[in-house]
């Protein structure tokens, strides 16, 4: 069993009204709480002791009881195409894995919400860890942290996707106070546009959500274009059908400013035929949508295939012909297991 040190508490993940309770608990005045989620959010200080803004007396105290402390980075793999690869090791032992993908004109950060994923889509690496537990808000805050801490990140500029390990909508409550932080013009000041959150279809958490005074983009998790198929590649379907998750999505078309995301996985014989294509052309009938085709990444240990260019290709077009804007993704990082639905850190044990 991993042996970990009983820790301080850990300051990471904490909003700013819970900051300055923490500055007034310490007998100072709430604006040193104030000053304290500043430097640690925005100007990224990793030390107590070193945020000269504060009193000498206030860092003293707070450093009796208190750090800040983010994920261990366990392992560092890098891509022939620049991708790269983080795994975490958490206070308890358990570990998750992050992508930093760059760009010519940007950077992306895919974070994990999970340890693990207990939705069970059939074509993913993650599913097959089950699930563990869910991430704190300083899990996936710490998360960006480390990444910048490591030299990745710019300042600004950079989109962070909850595409990682996990379902984000299963841990709505820690993935939106993460967002509020990330968003906060006074810590991180990421723009909410910049943000997208990932989910399989979880259909009361999306209702849910469009009460939310700001949201992340949104990206649905679609991967077939009938119950059927989508029954046996994606369980959560058994819950959730595709007409009450495209219901919810045009509900929320209404609210939001800017186009949802259909994600659609293809899988060689199974979700990418002319027919499928169709019928996913009448499924998204006057949404306000783009669609990113994503070419399976296979897996070894899993019996699915890619489609060959040509039938990405005429999927495609007919999605196009059809007033659809669609998109391929490109892969990256599978030759380091970081492409989308390749993260599995507990890969040779889940198989041995």
Request: charged residues 25%; proline residues 4%.
């Amino acid at each position: 069993m991993y042996q970990f040190d009983m820790k301080k508490n850990n300051l990471i993940g904490l909003n700013e009204s819970e900051l300055v309770n923490i500055a007034e608990g310490l007998g100072d005045r709430s604006f040193r709480g104030r000053q304290l989620y500043h430097e640690i959010y925005q100007r990224r200080e990793e030390k107590l002791t070193q945020m000269a803004v504060l009193p000498q007396v206030f860092r003293t105290r707070l450093d009796n009881s208190f750090e800040i402390r983010i994920p261990e980075i366990q392992d560092r793999q890098q891509s022939k195409d620049g991708t790269i690869k983080f795994l975490f090791r958490l206070d308890d032992g358990k570990c998750i894995e992050s992508v930093f993908i760059p760009e010519d004109h940007r950077q992306t950060l895919c974070i994990s919400s999970q340890v693990g994923c207990g939705v069970g889509c059939t074509f993913c690496m993650t599913a097959q860890m089950g699930f563990h537990r869910n991430l704190t808000s300083g899990e996936i805050l710490g998360q960006v942290l480390a990444i910048a801490r490591d030299g990745c990140l710019s300042q600004l500029g950079f989109n962070v996707v909850f595409m990682g390990m996990g379902e984000p909508l299963y841990n709505y409550k820690n993935v939106m106070k993460a967002f509020r932080i990330m968003t906060d013009s006074k810590a991180m000041g990421l723009s909410h546009r910049k943000i997208t959150v990932s989910t399989a279809g979880v259909v009361p958490v999306l209702n849910r959500m469009q009460s939310e005074v700001k949201m992340p983009n949104l990206a649905i998790s679609l991967n077939a274009a009938s119950d059927d198929v989508r029954h046996e590649v994606m369980p959560i379907n058994q819950k959730w059908n595709l007409k009450d998750l495209i219901d919810v999505c045009r509900s929320f078309s209404l609210k939001l400013q800017h186009r949802i995301t259909f994600e659609y996985v293809l899988l060689s014989g199974i979700t990418d035929s002319d027919q499928d294509a169709q019928r996913l052309v009448k499924l998204l009938e006057g949404l306000q949508i783009k669609v990113n085709l994503i070419p399976y990444n296979p897996d070894p240990f899993l019996p699915f295939k890619r489609p060959a260019p040509s039938r990405v290709e005429r999927f495609q077009g007919i999605l196009i012909r059809g007033s659809i804007a669609a998109f391929v993704r490109k892969t990256r990082g599978d030759d380091i297991s970081a492409a989308c639905g390749q993260l599995a850190h507990l890969k040779k044990e889940i198989h041995e």
